[in-house]
């Protein structure tokens, strides 16, 4: 009779042989038959070398892309995590723009959304497919051009607030100084990129669901504490193995959870507890609203997004749960004040390094400043003034400059959910040498792409030799080949392209004009004896040689232009 030893050791045996054969055909000859070999790129050393950090780090890819463009052409093979992990790194606009355009062949790997979802929940960063598409339609009406326009005055209001908090600052430390010429200036050094990010908090916090943070004069508010350590800390300080172990092993999280994981899920609690209050008061005045026959009439994007799923000409069948509401509330948070904050940081840096610069656009936006003060101006005014502001052409320049030569999402990778032929509109570089005209590039079901975004946006083969230096003045002489370059926004694929692109787009530029504008003309900026360098943590971000510990900075010196009036 056959023991029940005998039994288990069977089935486990079976199941080891299963798994281990698996294995093999996915790493040694799977691999052998995937058509990206066929590809020229860089050399592999080794079955545990990859291209990740050259083509990550910021500080090493625009070397790494220009120099793949000019080895390997402009559709490149390079290794992922593992043998197994052959993926296209596409520097051709139409190869990019069809992986792009068709978001339901080229999805985020489930990778990626399991590492989003365990931070924010599926929202539309992490959802795809027809969820994607359901919350993406209920969302749409809420980012109108109606409904931007009537949170300018909002962000012009914290724009103001940020600027009082500076120029306190800078008074407080204008009177500890010694009495000297040079002391007595008021300038100070501030963390620009610590101050804007406490102001971005505030801004979508009201904007996206008319929470008061109050970020901008302290940091005690539980749900700012909760999303701010949550993305700051826990992304950016996490201990990278550990995050890849516990995205193909959860399991791992729940069973010993680490530093990281502890703080994500206390941050998640705060936030469930007080944005989940917040969402189901919303939803009871829209309701109660709705019997009285006196519509509740907020204007913040959770109030919008719940009218808009609860509208009558919506199908039952494509609105969302209140889980999901929240989950794109957290969405918008992270989307909307970290990006923007960065964007922001890298500007004010980028004229801190170019006073000349600094100082033209300052005299443009000088040119608009109204007679009356703005915290005297009247929400139609401050719509009439930013009417103006937004059509600046230097600062149009400006803006779109900075957001070229270092847009906050660096690169983002899509999977391949099923075999497809990719459209080439460059001779492609193959694996034995040869140059070949083929008019495609055969990708196979579960093959990575790799979208990079800067490698696009400092492309000297499209934007000229100067590609990688600081030049507004280019956006006056733009070349063919970069009007035909994929992009939502002036042909950057800094806000993506396609059904994916950013649905904010327009509140960031709204956020990014009137921070500049209210602070450029109130202040001057320049570089600290720091060295600030970019690093690609989820975002790229700024850090102080020697620092990173520290989490993101930016110090700048700002100084009052009154105190440069009267020295």
């Not at 892309?65 to 992990?85: Q, S």
């Not at 270092?406 to 459209?423: K, N, Y």
């Not at 070949?436 to 696009?456: M, Y």
């Amino acid at each position: 009779m056959i023991s029940v030893s005998t039994i288990f050791f069977s089935f486990f045996s079976a199941v080891a042989l299963l798994l281990s054969s698996y294995i093999v055909y996915l790493v040694i000859i799977a691999p052998r038959f995937n058509p990206l070999r066929k590809l020229a790129g860089p050399p592999i050393n080794g079955p545990l070398h990859n291209h990740m950090s050259p083509v990550l780090d910021p500080f090493r890819s625009p070397r790494t892309h220009a120099a793949y463009v000019e080895k390997y052409g402009r559709n490149v093979r390079i290794r992922g995590l593992g043998p197994w992990d052959e993926r296209l790194l596409p520097l051709d606009p139409v190869s990019v723009a069809h992986v792009l355009k068709n978001s339901t062949i080229y999805e985020k790997p489930w990778q990626s959304r399991r590492l989003i979802t365990s931070l924010i929940g599926c929202g539309m960063l992490a959802a795809e497919g027809h969820v994607h598409k359901r919350q993406r339609r209920v969302a749409t009406p809420a980012f109108s051009i109606q409904n931007m326009r009537a949170l300018v005055p909002l962000v012009f209001s914290k724009g103001e607030e940020l600027k009082d908090k500076w120029m306190n600052m800078s008074q407080t430390a204008k009177e500890g100084q010694v009495a000297s010429e040079e002391q007595t200036s008021g300038q100070v050094e501030i963390d620009v990129c610590h101050w804007i990010s406490r102001a971005t908090f505030d801004v979508i916090g009201l904007a996206g669901f008319d929470y008061h943070f109050n970020a901008i004069q302290n940091e005690s508010d539980e749900l700012f504490a909760a999303y701010k350590e949550m993305f700051e800390i826990a992304v950016s300080q996490g201990d990278g193995v550990r995050t890849v172990l516990g995205i193909y092993f959860p399991i791992l999280n729940s069973l010993f959870p680490d530093k990281r994981a502890k703080t994500v899920y206390r941050c998640q609690e705060t936030i469930r507890r007080v944005a989940g209050k917040l969402v189901q008061q919303k939803k009871s005045r829209i309701m109660d609203g709705e019997k009285s026959g006196s519509a509740y009439t907020g204007k913040d994007l959770l109030s919008l997004l719940l009218k808009s799923n609860i509208a009558t000409d919506l199908p039952p069948d494509q609105r969302i749960s209140d889980e999901d509401i929240l989950h794109n509330i957290n969405t918008f948070m992270f989307a909307g004040s970290d990006t923007t904050s960065l964007a922001l940081t890298w500007t004010f840096l980028l004229l801190a390094k170019h006073p000349d610069l600094q100082a033209r656009l300052r005299t443009e936006l000088l040119s608009i400043v109204p007679t009356t003060p703005i915290s005297r101006l009247s929400p139609e005014e401050i719509e009439s003034l930013y009417n103006t502001l937004q059509n600046l052409p230097y600062l149009n320049n400006v803006c779109r400059e900075s957001l070229r030569l270092v847009p906050p999402v660096h690169s983002s990778l899509r999977v391949a959910t099923q075999d497809d032929e990719i459209p080439v509109s460059y001779p492609v570089h193959l694996s034995d040498g040869t140059i070949s005209e083929q008019k495609s590039i055969s990708v196979s079901k579960g093959s990575f792409v790799h979208v990079p975004v800067e490698a696009f946006n400092l492309d000297k083969g499209m934007w000229g030799p100067n590609a990688w230096d600081f030049d507004p003045d280019r956006w006056d002489h733009l070349s063919e080949d970069v009007l035909s370059l994929p992009g939502l926004y002036s042909n950057l694929l800094t806000f993506s392209a396609g059904p994916r692109s950013c649905i904010g787009m327009r509140f960031s530029m709204i956020e990014m004009k009137t921070f500049l504008y209210i602070l450029l003309t109130t202040f001057t900026f320049a570089e600290t004896d720091k060295r600030i360098y970019k690093a690609n943590v989820v975002l790229t971000r700024p850090y102080v040689s020697g620092q990173f510990k520290k989490g993101s900075q930016c110090p700048l010196i700002v100084t009052p232009l009154e105190s440069i009036a009267t020295s």
